[in-house]
Structures are given as structure tokens and as C-alpha cells.
């Protein structure tokens, strides 16, 4: 964090503070809402999730250290923190065969909670350290087989000692069984995990290994036997797999989004197939239209851009009209489509060709810099989402985005005129 700087989730009001500060009695002041949320609503989502059985209720899960846990149960139109997970958060699921069971894969640990995500039961992972950007994914068929990825450090004495790995739980998380890949290799990570719907015999994990300096190995890996052994089938894909999708009606296909491209397969994995255009996109978070079964869409995890593909990931197209932030997450639930970014949640009733805001009682919003207006004590002024910035003018009860403008890098501080709160200057830079 830079000298000077205040890292925030959202603008709060104090109004009172306990006698003295003690950890007790400052956990009391939070849950008596001492302190208020301003806004503006949002927050960075990392992960969503949404009931086959009931398409109105939806679980979304807010990134970083704690991890918030929210749902709404009217089609994304307002949401709630139901739980905190006190640790770093990476994805979130709900178990397809009891909606009321919810999973969360945290940093070296996987979450249970059995109501709808208000209380949480801790499950670690293994004795050793266990890292960062994880996936989950659940075998419909017998929703107590559960698959996690992500990282396995074998060496706890050096960051770079890491592998990439598969973890499986066949009682609803409580215990767990670990996979190590190329474990002598360094800085290694898996980052995309994906049970086949179909047979769910087939799992798929994704990710990669380098050797800083040196080289960096993409690899796709296949098991047909339920995550007992698993084949290298990387093939042709030369660039940073990021997600992996098994298709949800036919068991052969499968989609890798990819750092640089899209690739698919018809036959298992065997042999592969780029995404004709456009050229050169960088690969987000995938996800199929169950009701549309050539119907995918993808965000972009370095970009405010949604692709959308209708001839089974051949050819995408951009998408952007309405989304801010970068793509964290996709999730289909019926005809709406919807994005989690580092902005917050987004809606598409037009099968991603338009979207609009849904975030509402969001209150995770990363705000590193805000100025108050001392001629005009309710006009407040905020950088969020490291690119925007919003200005409220009755005390943070509304808040509205402001113009961008060019500039280098993000917003550092705002300075406002004494006399006049509409005359502001702003330092920016990296």
C-alpha cells in the first residue's frame, strides 16, 4: 500500500465509540451499526452462483480478506450479506440437489453451511499451505463429490516452491484428498476445474508452471476415472489456461479460455481448436447457456467487455454497453445472464448485449481515496473501482458517477476548492 493512503470498502459514517479499544467491544460497536455504509454500492465479485431449482435466488462472494458471502433471493434486483469468511475467498457454489447447502473455497480451507450461507462449517484442506485463485466444482450427479483447485506449496520455506494441484472431497467437503502436478516446478498454479455434467467419471483441470526467467508451461489435464489418474492433453494450447468448462449436454466437448485465446474440443480433449475471431482475446470466466446449448459467454479479465459466442465458441463477439470493471465471474440462471466484476454484479435480460447495474445492498465497494468538501460538508467526493470516480452531495445517501477523463493511471488524491465544493483538482499517477 502506497505511504499516505487509506484503503476503505466503502465510505462509513461514525457516529460513537466505545470507552475504550478493546477487540471485544469494537466487534460490539460493528454489530450494533455504529458504523453506517455510504456507498457507493459494489464490490469485487469473484464468485457466483446461482439455484437450479429456484432461478430468483442467486449466492454471490465477494474477493479478499474477509470474504463477504450474499444473496438474493429476487433475480439479482437486491442483495444481503448473509456471512463473513474470515479468510482470503476464491469461488463459491451451491450444492445442485439441497440449494440450502452452500460451499466456499477460502485460502487453505473449504466452507460448508447448511443455511443458505449464514453460518459456515471450516474444513482445511491439508497440513500444508494451500493458495490463491482456486476454483470449485460440484459433481451434479452426487453433490458430496466435490473438486477444488489451485496451488500446493512444497516447499513452505519459499513462495516459489509451489505446484499446481487437484483436491476431491467425497463427504460434502469434510475431508479432503490432494493431486500435486509437476511439484518440482516453480510458481506452479491450477486455476480452472470443471466436472463433466454428462459423466461425471471425466473431470478437466487447467493452469500452469514456470520457471521465472526461464519458461512458462501451459497444461490441460484430463481424468476418466473420477480424479484417480489424470493424462496431459495441453495439446496445442500454448497460452496461460485460465478457465476450463466441460459441456453440460455432450460429453465430448470441452472450452479452455485461455490468457490470448478461446480453444475447444469435439473429441474429449484429443484435439484442439482455436476461436476463429476476433483475434488475440484475452480469456475470462466461461459459462454456457443451458437452454441454448452452442450459446457461451466469456468475460474479460483485463477488459469491461463481455464476448459472447453462438456457434459453439468458433467466433465471439464484444459486448459492452453498460459493465464496469473487470470480469470476475459468470453465471446463467434461465434467460438472465450475469457478470461479476471488480465493480460489482451486472444483469443482461438480452442474452449479453446490454447490461445494467444489479448491486444493490452491496456494501464491499474498494475505495482508496475520498474528499470531503469543507465550504459544503455533505458534498463527498470518491474514487472506487481504481477507474471511476462519484460524487454525492447529501452525505453519501446518493451517489453519482462522474465523466472520466484521460489520464495516466488512477486517481491518488482529490483536492477541493475551500469556497466552491464544485471546483475540484485531482492528482493522478501510478
Not at 68 to 77: D, H, K
Request: glycine residues 12%; hydrophobic residues 35%.
Amino acid at each position: 500500500m502506497k505511504k499516505g493512503f487509506v484503503l476503505v470498502c466503502a465510505i462509513v459514517l461514525f457516529s460513537g465509540f466505545p470507552d475504550r479499544a478493546d477487540p471485544a467491544l469494537m466487534r460490539r460497536a460493528v454489530q450494533d451499526e455504529t458504523w453506517k455504509s455510504l456507498g457507493p454500492q459494489g464490490g469485487d465479485i469473484i464468485g457466483m452462483a446461482g439455484n437450479p431449482k429456484n432461478l430468483n435466488e442467486l449466492f454471490a462472494l465477494v474477493g479478499g480478506m474477509p470474504g463477504q458471502v450474499l444473496r438474493s433471493v429476487n433475480g439479482g434486483s437486491s442483495w444481503l450479506r448473509t456471512g463473513l469468511i474470515r479468510s482470503y475467498t476464491f469461488d463459491i457454489a451451491v450444492n445442485p440437489a439441497n440449494p440450502n447447502i452452500v460451499y466456499v473455497l477460502g485460502e487453505g480451507s473449504f466452507y460448508s453451511s447448511a443455511d443458505q450461507g449464514a453460518s459456515f462449517i471450516e474444513y482445511p484442506l491439508g497440513t500444508r499451505r494451500w493458495g490463491t485463485r482456486g476454483r470449485i466444482s460440484v459433481n451434479t450427479r452426487n453433490p458430496n463429490e466435490i473438486y477444488a483447485s489451485g496451488t500446493y506449496f512444497y516447499d513452505t520455506s519459499s513462495s516459489n516452491h509451489c505446484c499446481m494441484a487437484v483436491f476431491k472431497s467425497a463427504d460434502g467437503g469434510a475431508n479432503w484428498t490432494m493431486t500435486p502436478f509437476y511439484p518440482t516446478s516453480d510458481q506452479g498454479l491450477a486455476l480452472g476445474i470443471s466436472v463433466s455434467p454428462v459423466n461425471p467419471e471425466i473431470v478437466y483441470a487447467c493452469g500452469y508452471y514456470d520457471k521465472p526467467g526461464l519458461y512458462s508451461k501451459s497444461k490441460v489435464l484430463k481424468s476418466i476415472n473420477a480424479g484417480g489418474s489424470w493424462k496431459d492433453i495441453t495439446g496445442k494450447i500454448n497460452s496461460k489456461p485460465l478457465f476450463v468448462l466441460a459441456h453440460s449436454k455432450d460429453v465430448n466437448k470441452v472450452y479452455v479460455a485461455t490468457a490470448s485465446r478461446v480453444f475447444r474440443s469435439s473429441d474429449g480433449g484429443k484435439s484442439w481448436s482455436a476461436q476463429e475471431s476476433p483475434p488475440n482475446i484475452c480469456g475470462g470466466p466461461i459459462a454456457l447457456d443451458s437452454t441454448h446449448p452452442n450459446t457461451l459467454y466469456m468475460g474479460n479479465s483485463e477488459a469491461k467487455v463481455v464476448f459472447k459466442s453462438t456457434d459453439g465458441g468458433a467466433n465471439w463477439k464484444e459486448y459492452s454497453k453498460g459493465i464496469s470493471g473487470y470480469s470476475r465471474s459468470v453465471c446463467v440462471s434461465g434467460r438472465a445472464i450475469f457478470l461479476g466484476t471488480t465493480a460489482g454484479v451486472y444483469k443482461s435480460l438480452t442474452r449479453g448485449v446490454s447490461w445494467k447495474p444489479s448491486s444493490v445492498g452491496i456494501k464491499a465497494t474498494n475505495i482508496p481515496t475520498f474528499a470531503l468538501a469543507t465550504s459544503a460538508p455533505n458534498t463527498i467526493y470518491a474514487e472506487a473501482f481504481s477507474y471511476a470516480y462519484f460524487k454525492s452531495i447529501n452525505g453519501g445517501k446518493t451517489w453519482q458517477r462522474l465523466p472520466d477523463f484521460y489520464r495516466c493511471d488512477k486517481i491518488l488524491r482529490f483536492g477541493i476548492h475551500p469556497a466552491n465544493p464544485n471546483t475540484i483538482f485531482i492528482l493522478a499517477g501510478g
